[in-house]
């Protein structure tokens, strides 16, 4: 018997602003990753205003201010760093770049908020941990397959009500399109990208540790691959790994570069959720053949089984939160444990994956 009559769950409330004019003052550098877009334009609608734009190709600057044309183009990233208004600056320059950049925003007395993945060695991770506690500066990260997708915010709602129970496990697949045409070059060194573990691998490892309430985790194992890419001879277009947390919750995951181009999206990642009294499935960017819209969940418990449409219905509560957690000393957008902790992790799955050939 279906009972999803009896299903009563509701997103929270949809953010607001939660600063007026003036009071958070933001500036980008980097534009080497078009996240940095969805970065600005979410920091902007909770209400922080953008200052100032820099990167060192001008063409970059001119498309992101066609974009946010109240940006300012700085001479240089000292424009920026040197202006006390700014409390924050948002970040996507080449992968292996990220940290010495967080480096120097947070030496100029700003918090840093950068794309994923943050860093490509552990040794960076070691000296932003050291820099963060000097400063007690924010080194926020954009995980943007979780807090910038709406389906996923809700089921992290959904799991703090209880609605599945304790989080056993959680199995997600995280598939791109390559368009290795419309790639800079960079994308293709492995010592500039870090290794699809540590480049999309990061976003499943962070959902991971937060559906399943965990602090910590161990790598059990990972493996990467080129099936399909033998031209780009340091590009890794496959990669898995499984995980045990310190909780006891299971997770394996799958990324890829392989998305067929007949497929309406740039790829269809998904999540399923296995709780102790139900469990969820996310189809977070189409649902195949049925709707080319995104943020579908499905939600099975005792209780019965629901289907909910979220696009435009939940919001993104992390970006409110972190400016709030900027202005007060709080932590409730996420940990900077917890931030590093995921890096961490994808970086220890990238550095012992076995590489198949």
Known sequence: MIKSNTLHYFPKPKPDRVVGPGEFSIAAIGLDHGHINGMCDKLIKAGAE???????DSEKMEAFQKKFPQAKVASSKN??????????????????T????????????????TAKAPFTTLEQLEKAKAKTKETGLKWAVNYSERVAVESAVFAGQLIEEGAIGRVVQVMGTGPHRLNAMGRPKWFFEKELYGGILCDIGSHQ???????AGAEDAKVEQSKVANYANKKYSELE???????????GAINY????????????????GRTIILGTEGYIELRKNLDVTRSQEGDHLFLVNQQGEKYFSLQGEVGFPYYHDLILDCLNHTEHAMTQKHAFKAAELCLIAQNMAKRIE
């Open 253 to 268: 995951f799958r990324v890829d570069w392989l998305t067929p181009d007949g497929l309406s999206s740039w790829g269809d």
């Open 237 to 247: 277009d496959f990669g898995e790994a499984s995980l045990v947390a310190d909780n």
């Open 50 to 56: 953008l200052k100032w734009v820099y990167d060192p």
């Open 98 to 113: 990220r940290a010495d950049l967080g480096l120097e925003v947070l030496d100029s007395g700003k918090h840093f908020f």
């Open 205 to 211: 490892i962070e959902q991971f540790m937060t559906f």
């Open 79 to 96: 424009d920026i760093l040197k202006d006390d208004e700014i409390q924050l600056v948002a970040a996507a320059p080449i992968t292996a």
